[in-house]
């Protein structure tokens, strides 16, 4: 007798606005791998946030920043005023929200990107954080510790304890110092906390948690000018900064636990891999990456073409697709993030529908 399908999660597709779309996940990091979204985030008690973009490119709305609590109530939030945006730049370019991450508490932190135009073109970045009436800049008039002056938000916990990142890519770059100097325009990270704002030095941080950040260094910023550059994962415990070994990380735990893949120069071959006390634990054969490590040690990600689960308790990291524990008829492609409660942010169709983003919560067949 075949015993049936259990459904272990129960899986909400995320409704969008009429006529809006989401990006889905993508390149990061001057590297060919398939990165998560930036323009998705779920906040460790199950908040989702997602900036969505018309399906018209004529249409003057350009990005929304939508916030779905855990209880399911959302609100969409309001552009900027110019009043705020000019602490980020001078200049009266297009605005449009450009990545996100949610604090503890579903926060939201959101990168905002100002066009300007003139001898070249390009954007000015800066962070702006909603305290549930109006935006504000939490790094206007304060001394940065970084040289990049574009901001983008990486990770946060709380509204006042955040990592972020300083970046180049708008900045005119010499060829000969690009293929000279090692850390030539590359990404710096820095961190802000109820003590001030300090930077982690060079390297592009991607996930926090506690006293932990995790990221990656691939050396120059201007890895588009020469051969493919070592990527070295990256873990800060207080502001002092670990080579974990080769590859990219994005996600740890409370207890510096760290995930991500063996990604060993940017566009390589990658295989997930789990940080822990020291070593480097390969956990599939098979090409992908681990994005989020919980902290009860259940890890998620992307093998080949479908989401994967390692539950905290299996000692033996046996790898399960996501597929085998929902209903039938979905297909996880890819799962991202994982909250507290287990809930799980992932993306997925079923069969002939095009790709969603979902929310997987634990429970259906208990």
């Known amino acids: 007798m075949i015993a049936p399908h259990l459904a272990l999660y129960a899986v909400t597709a995320v409704s969008l606005p009429s006529g809006r779309l989401v990006e889905l996940p993508g390149s990061a990091g001057g590297s060919s791998i398939e990165a998560p979204a930036s323009t998705l985030a779920l906040s460790q008690r199950g908040s989702l946030a997602v900036i969505t973009y018309p399906a018209s490119p004529n249409d003057s709305d350009y990005s929304q920043l ?4 855990a209880n399911g ?3 969409t939030l309001p552009a900027p005023p110019k009043s705020v945006l000019s602490s980020i730049a001078e200049n009266d370019g297009v605005a449009y929200f450009e990545n996100v991450a949610l604090a503890d508490d579903g926060t939201p932190l959101a990168t905002v990107a100002m066009y300007f135009s003139g001898a070249f073109n390009g954007t000015n970045e800066g962070i702006l954080i909603w305290n549930g009436v109006s935006w504000r800049n939490p790094l206007a008039r304060r001394k940065l ?5 574009n901001a983008t938000i990486a990770a946060a916990e709380t509204p006042a304890h955040f990592v972020w990142n300083g970046d180049y890519t708008y900045t005119f770059g010499i060829i000969d110092d690009a293929e000279e100097r090692p850390h030539y325009l590359e990404d710096q990270a820095a961190t802000l906390d109820t003590s001030g ?26 890895v588009e000018y020469g051969q493919p550059h070592p990527s070295t994962a990256l873990e800060w415990t207080g502001g002092t900064r670990t080579a974990l070994g080769a590859g990219v990380a994005y996600g740890v735990n409370a207890a510096g636990a760290a995930v991500g893949d063996d990604e060993a120069s940017t566009g390589a071959v990658r295989k997930p891999t789990l940080w822990s006390n020291g070593h480097a634990i390969r956990l599939s054969d098979a090409s992908g990456s681990a994005y989020a ?9 992307v093998i080949g073409d479908h989401a994967f689960l390692i539950r905290g308790a299996d000692a033996a990291r046996t790898v399960v697709r996501l ?4 209903e039938p008829g979905w297909h996880i492609k890819g799962a991202y993030a994982i909250a507290e409660s287990g809930r799980i942010l992932a993306i997925g169709n079923r069969a002939g529908a095009a790709p969603r983003v979902l929310l997987l919560d634990p429970g259906a067949g208990s």
């Open 66 to 69: 939508i916030v779905i609590r």
């Open 145 to 149: 510790p970084i040289d990049p002056k």
């Open 197 to 222: 704002v300090a930077s982690l030095g060079f390297g592009l941080a991607t996930e926090m948690r506690g006293r932990f950040v995790v990221g990656f260094s691939a050396e120059q910023g201007l």
């Open 293 to 301: 490590i919980a902290d009860d040690g259940t890890i998620v990600g």
């Open 323 to 326: 597929d085998s524990l929902v």
């Open 73 to 75: 109530t959302r609100v």
